[in-house]
Structures are given as structure tokens and as C-alpha cells.
């Protein structure tokens, strides 16, 4: 059984920063390739960022990138979001995926176990 915690969210204005976390339990975390999706109210969830099981490689959105930073402790078995220049349009309930499809130009989900994310809400 796998459990996933998502914590760090909270309400910012914008310009502000954020750094949210992800930790899961019940899988061999540094064998899987992670990211974080995110969804608001009448929106699919929508893929943000996204590593590697070694942490070589990442994708990013190209509305987030520049200003995310995706990194992963495998000791820890932990899941880092660095949110710089938050801006209203980056509101959104985030969740931390434990198993992604990760390419040069995308980054899908894989049968990821959900935990039950945390709120972001950045206001102008």
C-alpha cells in the first residue's frame, strides 16, 4: 500500500515563494520517476514538473518553467517543489504523482498513487 503526503501550500501574494513537499511510503521510491500535477476547479489536472528516479533528469511546464524548480531527497524519500514568482494563474489543489512517464518534451502519469494535495492560492 502506498501513502503519499503533500504539505507546504498555503496562501502567498504574488511574487512570492513557496516550497512544497511530497512524501510517500509502500514503494521503492528511488526506482520511479516523480512529478507534480496540479488541478483547479474545471480544469484537468495538468503536469508541472516531473524527475527522474537519479534526479538527472526534469521537465517543466512552460508556464512554470523559470520559475520551479523540481528536486528529490530518494534518503528521505521526499519530494521537493521550489516556487518562486508565484503569480494567481499557479492557484491550484498540487499533488505529488509517484510514478511518471517522463520525456525530453513531456511528462504523463503512470498509474501514480495520489495523496491528498495541498492548496496553493496566490493572490494579486
Known amino acids: 500500500q502506498v501513502q503519499v503526503v503533500e504539505s507546504g501550500g498555503g496562501l502567498v501574494q504574488a511574487g512570492g515563494s513557496l516550497r512544497l513537499s511530497c512524501t510517500a511510503s509502500?514503494?521503492?521510491?528511488?526506482?520511479?520517476?516523480m512529478g507534480w500535477f496540479r488541478q483547479s476547479p474545471g480544469k484537468e489536472r495538468e503536469g508541472v514538473a516531473c524527475?527522474?528516479?537519479?534526479?538527472?533528469?526534469?521537465y517543466y511546464a512552460d508556464t512554470v518553467k523559470g520559475r520551479f524548480t523540481i528536486s528529490r531527497d530518494n534518503a528521505k524519500n521526499t519530494l521537493y517543489l521550489q516556487m518562486n514568482s508565484l503569480q494567481p494563474e499557479d492557484t491550484a489543489m498540487y499533488y505529488c504523482?509517484?510514478?511518471?512517464?517522463?520525456?525530453?518534451?513531456?511528462?504523463?502519469?503512470?498509474?501514480?498513487?495520489w495523496g491528498q494535495g495541498t492548496q496553493v492560492t496566490v493572490s494579486s
Open positions: 504523482a509517484t510514478n511518471v512517464a517522463l520525456g525530453y518534451n513531456y511528462c504523463s502519469d503512470s498509474s501514480s498513487s
Open positions: 524527475i527522474s528516479w537519479r534526479g538527472t533528469s526534469t
Open positions: 509502500g514503494l521503492r521510491f528511488a526506482s520511479y520517476s
